[in-house]
C-alpha cells in the first residue's frame, strides 16, 4: 500500500528553525505519571511515537526550578545531574527512531504545590490558585532574574543532553509565563504589569536568554494559550487583541508556535463536549500574524481533516497528545494508506484522570500497551508467537474484554479462537454506552475491534450465541475464558449503605436501572424522575441529561459533595453541570437517598442522617453498583471433574466479570490475558519490571532478564489485502 494522495500534505518536511521535521506530525508535551521517577518506562512511551513515525516527540512539563515542586503529581525535571541522567534515555530513545526529542520547561509559580520540596514560590503577584489552592510571593527583580537564570541552565542540560526542541511554556495550568500575560494573575504597576508589551516583557527576556545560551543547536518553541476561552471579563486574555499582540511581538524570537486554546478542561477537550480541532477559528485570528509555523492540538485522528488543516494553511504542523497515546503508529499507518487500521482515540480522558487523580500513571481506553512498553514489554503493534498456538481457546462474551483478548491471540497467531455473545453484535456494554448524550464517539473501541478480528482469518466471532455451563463443556476449548461482563444493581446496594434501598422490592414499578432504560428500552412513569448516582462518574450524568432532554424534570442526588466528582478528573465536570444547569436539572450532592415509595423518596444528609430530605418524583434511577456476571464461571470452576471429562484445561475470567470497572481497566485486562495466556498460571500477572531504587542494586538490575520474559519477536502470518478508503 502507498500513501493516499490526499494525505501526501502531511509527509513534507518543514524547516523549524535549526531543525527539519521529517513530516508534519507533533507529539505535544503531555503528562504520563512517568517523569523522572520512572526513566525506563518515560523513554519507551516516547520512543514508541518516534518508532510510530512522529517527527517531532516532547516530554511532559518539564520543572526547571525546585521552587516548581507539583507532587504528588509527577514531572520531568531538569534541576541536576541526576535528572539529566534519567531523561537522557528518553532522548536516545527517541533518536534511535529517527525523530526530534523536545522538552517544555515550565515554573508553576501559585499553581505549585511544594509539597515535597517545602518551598515557596513566586508569581507576578500575591495570588492564590484556584487549581491548587496555593498561594505565591510576589517576585522582584532579582527573583526574576534568578528564575530566568533557572530557565537558562535547564536549557543548557538539554541541549547538552541532546534535546532538539526546547519550549519555553506560557500555558493555562502550569507556567509562569502565561501567568505574566494573563491580567487575572498579573496586578503589577511596573514594567513588568499593565500593557500587552509589558506583560510579554518577562516571556521575552527568558526566550532571548534561552536562545543565547542553545545557540543554534536547539530550535525554540513558544507554547501559548491563544484564549481564556470561558472568561468575559475585564481580566481575560482573549485572543483578537492579546492573543494576536503576544504573536506579533514574539514572532521573530521563535521557531515554531504550540497553541493552546482555553483552560485546562479545555485544552483536553473531551468528546462528549467538543468537536475536533474546535480550536480552528481562534488559531485562524492569528495566523497572518504568525510568520513561522504553528503546531496544535485538535483530537486528530481521520487523516482527512489533518490534511485539510495543513493545505487550508490554518496550522502547519499537527500535534496531538491522546491520539498518539491510543495509536503511536498514526503516521506510519497514514503513510501506509492503512488509515483503517488507526486506533481512534474516543476523546473519554481515562488518561487525564489518572493524573489528575493524583499523578498516577497513564492508561489509555483504546490502547491497553500505553505505560507499559517497557515494564511489561509489551509492543502496540508487535506480537510474540506462542508454544501453545493450536490450541483451542473459547472466549464467552464480546465486551472490551473479550474483544481486545481473542484480537491479541489472533495476533499472536493461536490458530483456533471462538470469540461468542449472546447478543446480536460484539460490544458488550459500550454498545448502548455510546448512544447517551455525547459519548457517540466512545462507539470507536467497538469499530476498532470489530475490523481488526475481521482481518483475523483464525478468529471466528459467533454472535446471537447464549453458552451455558453444558454448551461450554461440549465446545471442544482446552482453555475457556469467561468475560460475561456487570449489570448496574437495582436493589439500590450502594457503597454508602452496603444495604438494599428500602421500598425497591416492594415497588419495582418504580425502580429502574441504565440498562432499564437503554437496553430494555423500559417507559420510566411520570413526570418527575430522581437519578440517585454513588458511581460519581459520567453515568448518573448521563442518565439525568438524557431523562431531562426527554422533557423529564429531574432531580440528580448523589451522596457526594460534587456531583459527578470523578468527571472533574476527565476534565470533564464543568462542562456537565453547566449542561444539566441548562437543561432545568436539580443538583442535590450530599445527601444519601434511603427509602423510596409511590410519589415520595426520601434520604438525609450525608454528614447529618438526622437531617432528613424528601423528594416527590413519580420513578427512581438507580446508579449505585454494578455487580459482575459470574455466574457462568462459578458454576465451571465448581466442577472440576466435569471439566477434567470434557478435557477443559483452564477455565479464567476477565474484565467486568472479575471486578466491574472503567472501560479502559477491562481492555486492559483482557489484553494482558491474551499476552500472558501461555504462562503457569495466566490468572496470575507476570512479573514486570518495578522501577525503584533499591540501596546496594547496580543498573542491570533493572533490566536482565525481566527484559526476556516477553520478547517482541513479531508473528510470521500473512494478513489479507485491505484497500484504503
Known amino acids: 500500500m502507498s500513501t493516499d494522495p490526499r494525505h501526501a500534505p502531511l509527509f513534507e518536511p518543514i524547516t523549524v528553525g535549526p531543525k527539519t521535521f521529517r513530516n508534519r506530525f507533533y507529539v505535544a508535551p503531555h503528562c504520563s505519571g512517568l517523569g523522572v521517577e520512572y526513566p525506563g518506562a518515560q523513554a519507551y512511551l516516547r520512543g514508541m511515537r518516534a518508532e510510530g513515525g512522529w517527527a517531532a516527540v516532547n516530554t511532559e512539563y518539564c520543572a526547571v526550578d525546585a521552587e516548581s515542586d507539583d507532587a504528588p503529581w509527577v514531572q520531568a525535571r531538569l534541576i541536576d545531574r541526576r535528572d539529566e541522567a534519567n531523561l537522557s534515555l528518553m532522548v536516545d530513545r527517541v533518536h534511535e527512531f529517527g525523530a526530534l526529542a523536545g522538552v517544555q520547561l515550565v515554573y508553576m509559580g501559585p499553581d505549585h504545590t511544594g509539597f515535597v520540596t517545602r518551598l515557596p514560590a513566586g508569581g507576578p503577584s500575591q495570588m492564590t490558585s484556584a487549581m491548587s489552592g496555593h498561594s505565591c ?46 491580567r487575572y494573575w498579573n496586578h503589577r504597576t511596573d514594567e513588568y504589569g499593565g500593557s500587552i508589551e509589558n506583560r510579554t516583557r518577562f516571556w521575552r527576556e527568558t526566550i532571548e536568554q534561552v536562545r543565547e545560551a542553545v545557540g543554534t543547536d536547539c530550535a525554540i518553541v513558544a507554547g501559548l494559550c491563544l484564549d481564556q476561552f470561558s472568561d468575559d471579563s475585564e481580566q481575560a486574555f482573549k485572543v483578537a487583541d492579546d492573543g494576536v499582540a503576544v504573536v506579533e511581538l514574539l514572532d521573530g524570537l521563535v521557531d515554531l508556535w504550540d497553541m493552546q486554546v482555553g483552560h485546562l478542561e479545555d485544552d483536553v477537550s473531551s468528546s462528549r463536549f467538543f468537536e475536533p480541532f474546535w480550536q480552528r477559528s481562534y488559531i485562524e485570528q492569528v495566523r497572518p500574524y504568525a510568520t513561522k509555523p504553528i503546531a496544535a492540538v485538535g483530537r486528530f485522528t481521520d487523516p482527512e481533516l489533518m490534511a485539510r488543516a495543513v493545505k487550508d494553511g490554518v496550522i502547519d504542523i499537527i500535534g496531538a497528545a491522546r491520539p498518539a497515546i491510543a495509536d503511536p503508529f498514526i503516521p506510519t499507518k497514514i503513510r501506509e494508506g492503512r488509515a483503517d487500521d488507526i486506533r481512534e482515540c474516543i476523546g473519554c480522558n481515562i488518561c487525564v484522570s489518572r493524573f489528575n487523580n493524583g499523578g498516577g500513571r497513564i492508561v489509555c481506553t483504546q490502547n491497553a500497551t500505553v505505560g507499559e512498553e517497557y515494564r511489561r514489554g509489551w509492543h502496540p503493534e508487535r506480537f510474540n508467537p506462542s508454544e501453545r498456538a493450536e490450541d483451542a481457546i473459547l472466549i464467552v462474551g464480546a465486551g472490551p ?237 465448581a466442577d472440576p471433574e466435569a471439566l477434567r471429562a470434557h478435557d477443559v484445561e483452564r477455565v479464567l475470567r476477565i474484565g467486568d466479570c472479575v471486578e466491574p470497572r472503567v472501560i479502559a481497566e477491562s481492555v486492559f485486562d483482557g489484553h494482558r490475558l491474551a499476552r500472558e495466556i501461555d504462562s503457569p498460571n495466566p490468572a496470575e500477572p507476570l512479573p514486570f519490571i518495578r522501577e525503584q531504587r533499591i540501596l546496594g542494586w547496580h543498573e542491570e538490575d533493572y533490566d536482565g532478564e525481566l527484559r526476556g520474559l516477553i520478547p517482541l519477536t513479531p508473528v510470521s502470518r500473512p494478513r489479507p489485502e485491505v484497500a484504503p478508503r
Not at 152 to 180: H, K, N, T, Y
Not at 435 to 447: A, F, K, M, N, S
Request: glycine share 10%; proline share 4%; hydrophobic share 40%.
Open 401 to 637: 474484554a473479550g474483544m481486545e483478548c481473542a484480537r491479541v491471540l489472533g495476533e499472536r497467531g493461536f490458530a483456533n479462537v471462538h470469540l461468542v455473545e449472546r447478543e446480536t453484535g460484539i460490544g458488550g456494554h459500550v454498545n448502548w454506552v455510546s448512544q447517551l448524550p455525547g459519548l457517540r464517539t466512545w462507539r470507536r473501541l467497538v469499530e476498532y475491534r470489530e475490523a481488526q478480528l475481521a482481518k483475523l482469518n483464525n478468529v471466528t466471532v459467533l454472535t446471537g450465541t447464549s453458552m451455558g455451563v453444558d454448551d461450554v463443556l461440549e465446545y471442544g476449548a482446552q482453555t475457556v475464558v469467561v468475560a460475561t461482563g456487570a449489570d448496574w444493581d437495582g436493589s439500590g446496594t450502594s457503597p454508602e449503605t452496603h444495604a438494599p434501598l428500602r421500598g425497591a422490592a416492594e415497588h419495582p414499578e418504580l425502580v429502574f436501572t441504565p440498562e432499564d432504560l437503554m437496553v430494555r428500552a423500559c417507559e420510566v412513569p411520570g413526570d418527575s424522575v430522581l437519578v440517585y448516582d454513588c458511581d460519581g462518574y459520567f453515568m448518573g450524568s448521563s442518565i439525568a441529561e438524557k431523562l431531562a432532554m426527554d422533557g423529564k424534570q429531574v432531580t440528580l442526588v448523589s451522596p457526594a459533595d460534587q456531583i459527578g466528582s470523578y468527571l472533574f478528573f476527565t476534565d470533564e465536570g464543568g462542562h456537565a453541570m453547566h449542561a444539566l444547569l441548562e437543561l432545568g436539572v436539580t443538583l442535590v450532592p450530599s445527601h444519601v437517598v434511603t427509602s423510596v415509595r409511590p410519589g415520595m423518596i426520601t434520604g438525609h444528609h450525608s454528614y447529618h442522617p438526622g437531617r432528613e430530605m424528601s423528594w416527590s418524583a413519580d420513578s427512581i434511577v438507580l446508579v449505585t453498583q454494578r455487580r459482575s456476571r459470574n455466574d457462568l464461571y462459578e458454576r465451571l470452576t
Open 137 to 182: 510571593y510576589a517576585l522582584d527583580k532579582n527573583d526574576i532574574r534568578r528564575i530566568q537564570r533557572s530557565y537558562v541552565d535547564a536549557a543548557i542540560r538539554a541541549r547538552d543532553l541532546g534535546f532538539d526542541l526546547v519550549q519555553v511554556a506560557a500555558r493555562e495550568g502550569f507556567s509562569l509565563p502565561l501567568q505574566f500575560l494573563w
